[in-house]
């Protein structure tokens, strides 16, 4: 159930709303917005009226919710998540945020090669991965907490927000003061014990889709996170599994507007994985632009031919370069800007 209190509402009154719905055996989460606040009733209550709430003093709407996702549903926040960061950089409002870097952090050289490239062309955050799931067990699985350690020196140095992949339970604390946001990669988009422990802390995070997931599993995985009270979550698609082979995955551009219109979180594309060819990368970011992203990630490598991993998605920075001055044009179309 969601109770959406009116303007005039005092705390007093949104506190009465509150502790009548966990009579009732509702959890509550609670957000407030920039005209109103909004109750989300979760959980397995008792049988209950909705009408009961509707005339409480200080509710304005009060409405029972039918799809499975309650907190990631649009009606949570109408007005969508916005997640500021301490540097100002804000991903969810009128600005695309572009996020960048190599698959894997190699060595110093060159995650500070690339930091420098991509900060320079225009990105604010940048990724890399420190651990590596990969399909197999003889291929390069990261640097682990030596990755880390050189993500977080490069982001200190260079001002760029850090997002790097978190792949199981015990490597959460651990990754807690080297990056900015965790990212939660597709083949963990169900693991629900990572996803109820990411719930439990207080982090940025950045879901992305499974390649073989619908949207409303998307949702459902994302409605872990948000019901253990992290509410700073953005999603991601990255392509889907299907009988297409010409492209690593099949890039679901039309998942950013629904996921837009059924859920109030941001939505990231991930053009690289998507298709996984160099060449077919800036057309699907300059897509996923055009549908309503709220940011991309993208892969980018000072050399893309002895990259331990995903060299044939990753970007030359000239073409990172020329991306983003494309991308420039394109977001003023959809009434968005490059941050």
């Not at 549903?73 to 009128?94: M, Q, Y």
């Not at 893309?304 to 000239?318: C, F, H, I, N, V």
Request: aromatic letters at 6%; proline letters at 5%; hydrophobic letters at 40%.
């Amino acid at each position: 159930m969601i109770v959406a209190m009116s303007e005039k509402a005092t705390e007093e009154q949104i506190q009465h709303v509150i502790e009548r719905m966990m009579d009732l055996g509702f959890n509550v989460h609670k957000t407030t917005g920039a005209i109103q606040t909004v109750l989300a009733g979760v959980g397995m209550p008792v049988a209950f009226d909705v009408k009961d709430f509707e005339v409480m003093d200080g509710v304005a709407e009060a409405v029972r919710i039918t799809s499975p996702y309650k907190l990631a549903g649009r009606k949570f926040r109408p007005e969508g998540t916005v997640i500021t960061f301490p540097n100002g950089v804000t991903v969810g409002g009128d600005k695309v945020v572009v996020m960048a870097g190599p698959c894997s952090v190699e060595s110093r050289e060159q995650i500070f090669t690339v930091a420098m490239q991509v900060k320079d062309a225009g990105a604010q955050f940048l990724r890399g991965g420190a651990f590596k799931p990969r399909s197999s067990p003889y291929s390069f699985q990261g640097m682990g907490l030596d990755g880390l350690k050189l993500l977080r020196e490069v982001g200190d140095e260079t001002g760029l927000l850090i997002i790097s992949e978190v792949m199981e339970i015990s490597q959460i604390e651990a990754m807690l003061p080297y990056v900015d946001v965790l990212q939660i990669g597709a083949r963990n988009m169900q693991n629900f014990n990572l996803l109820r422990e990411i719930g439990q802390v207080r982090k940025p995070t950045m879901l992305k889709r499974g390649m073989c997931a619908t949207i409303e599993e998307l949702l459902l995985s994302a409605e872990y996170i948000l019901s253990g009270g992290n509410y700073e979550l953005m999603l991601c698609e990255r392509g889907i599994r299907t009988f297409e082979t010409y492209t690593r995955n099949t890039m679901d551009i039309s998942a950013i507007p629904v996921v837009k219109t059924l859920s109030h979180l941001p939505m990231i594309a991930d053009p690289s994985h998507g298709v996984g060819r160099r060449d077919k990368v800036p057309a699907m970011a300059r897509a996923s632009v055009a549908a309503g992203c709220d940011g991309l990630i993208i892969e980018v490598h000072p050399n893309p031919e002895k990259a331990t991993s995903d060299g044939a998605q990753s970007l030359y920075p000239e073409q990172f370069t020329k991306l983003m001055g494309q991308l420039r044009m394109i977001a003023p179309a959809v009434e968005r800007s490059i941050a």
